[in-house]
């Protein structure tokens, strides 16, 4: 961004003419959905497979074959459609969409046209703002073209015909901020629908931006396509490249800088946007009806049964997290962070009846257990600890049986699997020390040569009596109950203050 | 067919299983009359002499291993298939440069049925490039010539199924018919040829041309050889979408089987115009009253947009055809000519040199009407036009049981006649495509013969149409027709055979 402009808010304010102008971004994102078999075929859908290993006559493109629907596939799509509250159309159907390149093999995509499966919905921003969705459809995937092994060109179609779902936002969306914030959202909410990993890393998630840009109050200008976008990051900084760039141009008021309907590519390394194709060269897809697939007709039963299927969405349960259960946002946020994980979280507090706690101890101690590289859990249904074992602990904490102390170590050998809660507490002599004799004793102890301490208790100043705690479980191997240490301790010091016989 | 003059299909299976002859033996004969006959006529591409040796002693093995056991409907039948039904080991060319050394790695549905009915598969028979023709002029092999009058074409696109069946060289054969390719051949070589209603045999395997159109379909010298195939091949297939969910084709099987009493049939006065060749409207006109005299009831029907149906069809067909042959670029499969080294100079190098004129032709007018500023006029306009007739038809058939008439509108015409006016070839499918458009039921079986040259008759085919589903129907009143007439009789006497 030059000097002439400089960032207000959601508005890019012009140095030279004063005007404030604003970003007009809708976003148009592929997510691979989760089906053990690939849209039109039965053939495996992995990553990682040896080239061309997963491919069949029907997703090789040969002369004679036909596509079959996967209704596991259309389950999933219709999902993520109920997900961001959209109206799934009773009856829709499906399209050809031409170009010619080595990764088709048909050299057409089977895609939705003028009839998706899915119109409507949208997903709010933290904001309030309403990012509305055009319609989302399932289309096939296309292979991979192999540039940069030689003097050819490889293709490798184990990704072809692997079912995506194309989800198309309005230009709600200002700012590379809210775009980001949106396609965090979007992965969320595919995620927590049980419809695909949406890992961007893997290629399962991929994103295109349409971005314009216009002064405050006034309607939108020329849109420009970006493509190539392969991370969130990518996402951002091509606006924050592109935005500034057609402002410019307008500013500038040369004719041949103006921007111009057309396709940049976006290239990572020098941070900035390129022409790829301009509107004339843009493509004619001849879209019309795929003959060899009847229309898709969607039952109410399906639909209401797919409805079931959806569990509650993540915005949703972080409300009722706050308002039911009285956890802060910021827990809420990260109890929610993956599906399994608020699904974990909420067995725990089902079990032990203190959400509080169980809220403490999954986005704490587990979700800590969870990024240790040594656990090697991928997701927390890995980790041998059940929700069953950790409401155990927390109830063992709340009976007084462990101090917390004692309750990170029992969870630390439950993480390394040795066991349940309670057996471990046994087998190690965990339980809290209560018994009075034990606890004065070492107390008494600790006070000796802290007369400090016993005097600015007595002054008013209770909470010095920390530094006092502290030793005293240490004497007890962690074992004493630290608020019986703790009145214990008060007990002693004003005993002292008292005329002795 | 040396030893088995005269024999359908169904006579060979019985007399197979009755212990008269092996299933080699009829091979041999096959193959005899194909070594015999195919050097003029050109009706095959390829000879499977091998597998269908291994395959007929394998069968006459089990035959004696264990007499008692059950025997596919088709057991020891030779049978000859389309050049664009993929087989498993066997070339598929496709009538076309493109495809002249692809093996498919799979075996289509309907090829699939033949083989567990015990069927021997001994060749690929020619045809126009991808099913686009009605002459075989546009095979990129060479054409093949019709056995009743070597100079003449023997319809197309299914040629090569046609002329095998004709002459002798396989009892029933496998074509496709997208707009009459299966009939127009069959009535130009004196054979039976049927189109079931679309979806009722499966188009798995089957190289598609026009998807919404295509539908694969026997050719016979009997029309119980007909049904019987019909048999085999229909019946849902879960590998084909637009596969109906209903069991194979069952015969009707009425009380007469040779009186058509009650039976409205329904002449159209758009199927039998001016333009109709006079021998053609004498024979069909006979054949109509034969059907009378046979109990039918004839009822005059109105099909007021069949004028529409040749452009409709070659807006709709070449749409489809420009999609579905888009896979032709010499990537994965087929030829490939490297070009100037690009990716898209691949693609152009390999379509220039490897499609013929006529492909090319559909490609190009296919890719038009598709394309955007155009397609709703064209593409558009041709889906309401299809609409109306097949509503044409749905409306006749409220007053009639089938329809009658002309297959073609012409015997067989001279090699060379229409090879250079696409629009005169285009006609030859001027009875046919209405019926393709509205997805219907229809045959074309023998119903007498127009003066060729001298000595060489030329065949006429009557065709009979049925609604929607009513394929048992059809194939009832072509049984009875036959059943009363000796046109199915007479072989080409250029047949080499004595007959
Ligand atoms: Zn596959």
Redesign the pocket.
Known sequence: MSEALCREGAAWVSAVTGTRWVGVIGLEVHAQLATN??L????EVRFGAPPNS???????GQPGSLPVLNAAALGLAVRTALAVGADVAAESKFDRKHYFYCDIPKNYQISQYDRPFCTGGGIRLASGRFVRLTRIHLEEDAGKAIHDRGEHTLVDLNR??VALIESVSEADLETPEEAVEYLEALKEIIRYAGAGEADMEKGQLRCDVNVSVRPEGEAWRTKVEIKNLNSFRHVREALEYEIPRQIEAYESGESARLPRQETRLFDASAGVTRTMRTKEEARDYRYFTEPDLPPITLTEAFVERQRGLLCELPQARRRRYREELGLSEYDARVLTGTREVADYFEAVARLCGRPKEAANWVANDLSRALADPEVAAGSIDELPVKPFDLAELIELVAAGTINTTGAREVLGLMVAGSGSPREIVAERGLEQVDDEASLEAWCREALEGREQVAADVRAGRTKAIGAVVGPVMKASGGKANPQRVREILLRLIAEDDQPRP | MTGAEGADACDLRAAILAGERSAAETLEASLAAIEERDGELGAFLSVERDTARARAIELDRRRAADPGAAAGALFGVPVAVKANLCMEGVTTPCGSRMLANYRAPYTATCVRRLLDADAIVVGVTNMDEFAMGSSSEHSAFGPTRNPWDLTRAPGGSSSGSAAAVAAGMVPVALGSDTGGSVRQPAALCGVGGFKPTYGRVSRHGLIAFGSSLDQVGPLARSVRDLERILGVISGHDPLDATSLPLPPIEPERPDRPERLDGLRVGVAAEYVGADLDAEVRTAVEAALEKLEELGAEAVEVRLPHTVHAIPTYYVVATAEASSNLARFDGVGFGARTEGDGSLQGMFAATREGAFGDEVKRRILLGTFVLSEGYHDAWYGRALRVRALLRRDFERAFEKVDVICGPTSPTPAFPLGERAGDPLAMYASDTLTVPTSLAGLPAVSVPCGFASGAADSPLPVGLQIIGPALADARVLRVAAAFESATEHHRPAPTSAGDGR
């Open positions: 078999s690939k039109f075929c039965s053939c997963l491919t069949c006559p029907v997703c090789t072809a015909g």
